[in-house]
């Protein structure tokens, strides 16, 4: 089972729909139950889809195997103080990126005492194997299942299986590849050009990712 902590957000219901419609089974967490369960209904799957379940956020990272982390930045500590005691060894992938937007200026990157989202996490949970991946594919494109998400997805970790089996969850959504990026330290340059993505779609009103070309 795949959980969503924060799933009822663009990003995490399109990933959570995206490896559902893979045969995976996937439980939607949200502070409010109700809403998580609402969100779960609205999914649109397809034949072959896995189970898709809703529930608050502390059931949802009880019961997940791999969690994902998919609140905004300034909620991931709250989150994190209140079920890390449930994540430990565990497969955490971190989906964040720290960003604040302003009028006029568009997106841009928030520091992070720890250096990135992810190692922040890592820095709380000691026990569980953190993985940051994901941040750079449109959530927008995500959700529309009849169009292909072509792309790069950067994946780091310190732990080597735990983001070897991340890397199998990529190949798993059609026209992403995933790229092993090195350690988590590598986290805050994925992190910090989501951003940048942000403010290039917005100027060309597209859905623009990321590709690594020569591999």
Known sequence: MLAFLGGTG???????????????????????????????????LGAGAGQVLGADNTRAAS???????????EAQRLLLEQVGHLLA????????????????????????????????AQQMLPGALVVAAFQTVSAEE???????????????????????????????????????????ANAKYVEQITPLLVNINRIYKVHAGIQVVGL
């Open 142 to 184: 995500l959700l529309l299942v009849d169009h292909s998400v072509a792309g790069d997805v950067i994946v780091c970790s310190d732990h080597q299986p735990a983001k070897d089996r991340v890397m199998e969850l990529v190949r798993l959504i059609p026209d992403l590849r995933p790229v092993d990026g090195g350690g988590l």
């Open 63 to 73: 019961q997940g195997e791999v969690v994902f982390l998919a609140v905004p930045y």
């Open 10 to 44: 663009p990003e995490g219901r399109g990933l959570a729909l995206r490896l559902a419609r893979a045969g995976h089974g996937v439980i939607i967490g949200s502070r409010d139950e109700a809403r998580a369960q609402a969100a779960a209904a609205e999914l649109h």
């Open 89 to 120: 060894g565990k497969v955490v992938v971190d989906v964040i990126a720290p960003m604040r937007f302003q009028r006029g200026r568009g997106a841009s990157a928030v520091d992070v005492p720890a250096g990135s989202a992810a190692q922040e």
